[in-house]
Every structure is written in C-alpha cells, then in structure tokens.
C-alpha cells in the first residue's frame, strides 16, 4: 500500500479540515465525556455529518454511503479524531446498518435504513448474556413462534447505552435441540414493546453507560428478523468483523499520546519535566511502537474490505491489541 498522500489526498484533507473547522463546535467536542454522553449533542452531530453526506463512510453508495476510497476514509477518522469530533454512535451505522443492507429484504431496507443514517433512532446491541460472553454461542435467550410473532424471553448483558434506544438488535435461540451456533436467529426489537425492562449497571468509574436488559414474553414481528431462521450465527460474524475494524482507535489513541506527551512536557513539583524520565520515555514509546503496529494491521482489514472480501482473523486481533494500548494509555 501507497501511504504516500497524493494532490487529490491532501485536498480532501483540507476539505475535511475545513469542514469541521466551521462546524466542531465546542458543545459537539463535549458531548463525551469519559463513560457519559450528551445524546442530544452526538444526534446533532451525526445529523450534521448526515446533511454533509458523510455519516457512513463505509455504506455502498445506494444506501447513503460516501463512495470514499480507502486513504480518504482514514483520512477522515484521523482528522475527526485530532479535531476532537465525538466518534460516531456504532450500534446502528456501523453494527446492525451494514447486516440490514447485507442481509435484509427491501421492506426492511425500505424501513430501518433511512432512520439509521438521519439519527433518527438510537440502536444498542443485544449479545452478550450473563454465561454468554465470549462463548457468545452459549447465549439462552429464547424466541417461540407464536403465528406471526416470537415470543422472546431472556436477559442481556452489558448493554452499552440501552437506557436511551428506540430499537436493540437481538441474538436469540429458535431452536433448543440444534447445535449451539446454529439454532441462533437476529432479531430487531422495539424496546418500547411490553415486557422489556432495562436497568443500569454503574461501571467503576461510576458512569452509567452499560445496563442489563429484560424480555418477559415480548413478543417481535416475525417480519424483523434479519435472514433465514436459525441463520443469525452468520450474521452475527459478519457484523463482529465490521464492528472490530471500527473500533481499534487508531486515531483516538494517536491523539491521548500526543496529549500525554504535552502533560509530560510540563515542569512537575520537584522542577523535571516528566518527559525527561527515561523510564517514563522508554514506556510511551513502546505503546508508540504497538499503535503502529495496529495501524497497519487495521490496513490491513480496510484493504480487505475494499477488494471485495470480508475480514479475516487480523479484525479480532484490532479489538484485542486496541483494547490493549488503550489500557496501557490510561494506566
């Protein structure tokens, strides 16, 4: 890969420059705040990058995406990272978007896609179950036919932002006597539907932003499953390896470095900029080292994705190694 920018590269950049220059403002930088959200903040910035017609950089251009090449798409996320722009929610652009124009009918495209791209619902992701979490194919919450409707009972867990979506998408077992991947269905689930009851779960840092989540005999439309029955184990890969590409934060972890380098480069109590510190250098660079080893893993993927075939195994490995120097640069 050519990481060499071309003329038409750094115009695109100064595009984007120019656009968030006029348009970050200082409510949108603030809108997240260590585990806490502004809602109203983050909805009006996508609906700004939406009018832009640059919310979903990596939808095809039929659904509303940007028909941006690769460079241009990290181009983006690199100078919204700098420019301190709030990441764009996933759970609905990112996760459960892509498997509806994968995997989806025309009616279900026809209903959920325009919503997803103005903002105009707020989505979360219901995987993961208390005995179901990296085993996620262990998960027990059921689904019954009943007519034209399932009846779902169960219990997610660790369900990022639960407290404000309009709409979860759900893992949920059709068939008890199948093997475990493959008695799996993906469900769309109103969560003002009877029966669901969330509730919070405070984190250390005493921020709330994950929540468990309650199905006492909600029944869903048979009309919003995503596929075939019994198929959701295929749709949930497909939506993991798009998330874990989406998530290594290449770009916010360039920008806490570059922080934490101006914060060490300030005179501490005993007159020795912290910077000085060999030991302290010596830790920083290794994290500098591990970032760009998972820059070019994430290339890696992206150019995958671009050629036409899906991510491979390196996708997992940007979740694990991402989550990793975030740590590193916060301890």
Known sequence: MDIQFK???LAFRDEVRAFLKEKL???FKSAVVG???TKDAIVGWQKIL????????NWPQKYGGTGWNITQKYIFENECAEAGAPAVVPF?????GPVIYKFGNDEQKARFLPDILQSNVWWCQGYSEPGAGSDLAALKTKAELDGDHYVVNGQKIWTTYAQHADWIFCLVRTDANAKKQEGISFLLIDMNTPGITVRKIDSIDNQHSLNEVFFDNVRVPVANRIGEENQGWTYAKY???HERTAIAGVPQSKKAIQSLKDMAAKEMSGGRP??????FCAKLAKIEVDLMALEFTELRAIASLASGAAPGPESSILKIRGTAIQQALSE
Request: glycine share 10%; proline share 13%.
């Open 274 to 279: 912290l910077l000085e510190d060999p030991v």
């Open 25 to 27: 403002t200082p409510e």
């Open 92 to 96: 609905g652009l990112k996760m459960v």
């Open 50 to 57: 939406y009018e832009k017609g640059w919310i979903a950089p």
């Open 7 to 9: 003329p038409e590269d």
């Open 35 to 37: 585990g806490q959200i």
């Open 239 to 241: 939506l993991l390896t």
